[in-house]
């Protein structure tokens, strides 16, 4: 009876142990300064004033440096092509990478969207840097994506954060248009954002 008690203890501890583990994350020593938001409408902040987008929220939260990287109406295969100038040459420490939308809008096939960002997450953690994939479903709003973004970061131990608009995307106090987020709403993604990534970046 001892022993099997002893088994039973054994199995306990080690599943509340192991929700205490960090997620294994590649680069997780990365040496760059900085954290780079890298993506579309949604890191720009468009809708918004100057200055509130999240990652200038985001930039209030962490004691890193936030660069805004993100450009209106940006494709993944339009992310491709400036990533090393504005991401690759200046070296962070982390990025956070966010397209999908625009994607989806211009009919490029999922499959081609998750091969872009594969190509995008290798290249970057090629250079020693860590990467989080953030997804911008909400409910059944891009829902087909998550599972497959889910998926990408997992294989490319990437950090994930999911749903970042839910219940922003279905209330109009936090939207400044049928999809985009207003100032309120991005703090919010900011929020998520930040409890996704704080615990690597300490």
């Known amino acids: 009876m001892k022993r099997i008690n002893l088994g039973f203890l054994v199995i306990v501890l ?3 142990l192991s929700g ?3 997620q294994e994350i590649k680069n997780l020593d990365a040496k760059g300064s900085g954290i780079i938001c890298f993506g579309d409408s949604i890191t720009f902040g468009y809708g918004t004033n100057p200055g509130e987008d999240y990652p200038t929220a985001l930039g209030k939260m962490v ?3 936030v660069i805004n990287a993100g450009v209106d109406g940006d494709t993944s295969f339009a992310a491709l092509e400036r990533l090393e100038q ?4 200046k070296k962070p420490r982390l990025v956070i990478v966010e397209f999908c939308g625009n994607d989806f809008l211009k009919k490029i096939p999922r499959e081609t969207t998750v091969e872009n960002l594969s ?4 290249r970057i953690q090629a ?3 860590m990467v989080a994939l953030m997804d911008i479903s909400a409910g059944m709003f891009f829902r087909e994506y998550r599972a497959a973004f889910k998926k990408l970061a997992g294989k490319k131990q990437a ?4 749903v970042v608009l839910d219940k922003i995307i279905t209330n109009p106090a936090m ?4 999809f985009h987020p207003n100032a309120r709403g991005y703090k919010v993604i900011a929020g998520r954002v930040y409890n996704a990534i704080a615990r690597y970046i300490k």
């Open 175 to 178: 939207k400044s248009d049928f």
């Open 63 to 65: 004691k890193l440096s």
């Open 86 to 89: 504005d991401v690759l040459n």
């Open 159 to 162: 950090i994930f954060i999911p």
């Open 127 to 129: 250079q020693g840097i």
């Open 14 to 16: 080690s599943i509340v």
């Open 119 to 122: 190509e995008i997450i290798d």
């Open 20 to 22: 205490c583990v960090k």
